[in-house]
């Protein structure tokens, strides 16, 4: 049972490049999120998607972008990574909203902007 | 300002020996709070979520207290083991629909042999 899934695990960008980073849940869930995690402070919300077909901001979208490609996969791209998107970033999935509903995380993605 | 506080930031114990974390929170109107442990360089893993009218919830050996009138809860680790190393993280939502969780920054938690 594989859950939630991320790739890649680990990217060094130099300024200015893009990526995107890719999420796949098995689990079957309306809901998929995109977080970020710095040292000293707790996972901010990025982007995320109620249901296949929606998306939205949360606190922290600047510089980035999102596509729900279909109910399994969500993905979060850096058009022109900054230094300041260094941050371990964490996919998550959950059955309906994240206000009720546990969520499951992924293994995440270790991203340095150089 | 953090709607979620978590002390103590970090603490180092003997392996079979019992521990407490403790989360405050300022997040209104209450809906629900959750523990989850982080494994280094893993992602979050739900340990248990406890509603409005729940004062306490186990999982195994970890033991969340919840007091809404106080806005506290703790998470009380007995007999750790090694593998209770991790970050413990206190998650607070709100009842606004708008999928946005408080998290704290965390405690993190070392047992030693």
């Known amino acids: 049972n594989a859950g939630v899934t991320q790739t890649p695990k680990f990217q060094v960008l130099k300024t200015g490049q893009s990526m995107t980073l890719q999420c796949a849940q098995d689990?079957?869930?309306?809901?998929m999120y995109w977080y970020r995690q710095d040292p000293g402070m707790g996972l901010r919300l990025i982007y995320y998607?109620?249901?296949?077909?929606?998306?939205d901001k949360g606190e922290v979208p600047n510089g980035y972008n999102v596509s729900r490609l279909n109910k399994r996969e969500f993905s979060l791209r850096l058009e022109s990574a900054a230094p300041s998107q260094t941050s371990v970033y964490f996919c998550a999935s959950s059955e309906g909203g994240a206000t009720n509903e546990k969520l499951f995380f992924g293994s995440g993605t270790q991203l340095s902007v150089l | 300002k953090n709607q979620v506080e978590q002390s103590p930031q970090s603490l180092i114990i003997l392996e079979g020996k019992n521990c407490t974390l403790q989360?405050?929170?300022?997040?209104?109107?209450?809906?629900?709070l959750r523990w989850y442990k982080q494994d280094t360089g893993r992602g979050p893993v739900s340990l248990t979520i406890?509603?409005?009218?729940?004062n306490t919830k186990s999982n195994g050996r970890y033991t969340a207290t919840l007091d809404a009138d106080t806005k506290q809860s703790s998470l009380h680790i007995t007999a750790s083991q090694l593998s209770d190393s991790a970050s413990y993280i206190c998650?607070?939502?709100?009842?606004?629909?708008?999928?946005?969780?408080?998290f704290g920054k965390g405690n993190q938690v070392v047992v030693i042999p």
């Open positions: 989360c405050n929170y300022t997040v209104s109107p209450f809906s629900n």
């Open positions: 998607s109620a249901s296949e077909g929606t998306t």
């Open positions: 998650v607070v939502s709100a009842k606004r629909g708008n999928n946005r969780l408080a």
């Open positions: 406890m509603t409005f009218s729940e």
């Open positions: 689990m079957n869930h309306n809901s």
